[in-house]
């Protein structure tokens, strides 16, 4: 998978190719879907959300730069296997699933593994988490129609988000937003994606 579906692609950074080798991607799907677990491709997971395909959970980790010392929050849970990859490659993972179904099997799997530097929360990911903020890395993992604001206050000077945006049912773009030390935020646009809409409490 990873040679073929990643590598070959494009993502080059080493640390990201070993945590995708690391961590077991059947163990984030349903029973039913385990056959299809190492396809390059979304596969559902419940509740209408879906396990991004492995291509997209390397690019996005790759983007995101990550470093030992950093502390990340995640938007959208979903099976918690891109907070498994991250956790291989940061201090902490803090991550917020709005389906509390969801939240607790990605807790159980993720405690089921191993990895002890992820903290899992039911919850409104618009509002991010402020307890914890600033983060040097906000990843998330469904589509808002914008960024919501509170996530960019929550991203440390000199952090990056990767976000895909755009309207539901559409083709998104996958963006990169940097804050500098100043505070003042860039963004690019790095590719076409398709992800599921990112909810709220309100929808």
């Not at 030992?68 to 956790?87: H, K, W």
Request: glycine share 6%.
């Amino acid at each position: 998978m990873v040679t073929r579906q990643i590598a070959d692609r494009g993502v080059r950074d080493q640390r990201v190719l070993s945590a995708m080798r690391k961590v077991p991607r059947h163990e984030f799907v349903p029973a039913a879907e385990r056959r299809h677990a190492y396809r390059d491709t979304p596969l559902p997971i419940g509740d209408g959300q879906t396990i991004s395909q492995p291509y997209i959970v390397a690019l996005m980790t790759e983007l995101a730069r990550p470093d030992p010392s950093d502390r990340v929050l995640e938007i959208g849970t979903g099976s918690g296997y891109q907070a498994a990859v991250l956790a291989e490659l940061v201090q902490h993972v803090y991550t917020i699933e709005i389906e509390p179904v969801l939240a607790q099997r990605a807790k159980q799997a993720l405690d089921r593994i191993g990895y002890r530097n992820v903290t899992v929360r039911a919850g409104d990911g618009y509002a991010g988490w402020p307890e914890h903020a600033p983060f040097d890395i906000v990843i998330v993992t469904a589509a808002p129609d914008h960024i919501p604001q509170p996530l960019i206050d929550q991203l440390k000077a000199g952090g990056r988000m990767v976000v895909p945006v755009g309207p539901i049912a559409s083709t998104q773009q996958l963006r990169v937003l940097e804050k500098d030390t100043t505070g003042k935020v860039s963004s690019s646009v790095v590719a076409p994606v398709r992800f599921v809409p990112l909810r709220r409490n309100s929808d």
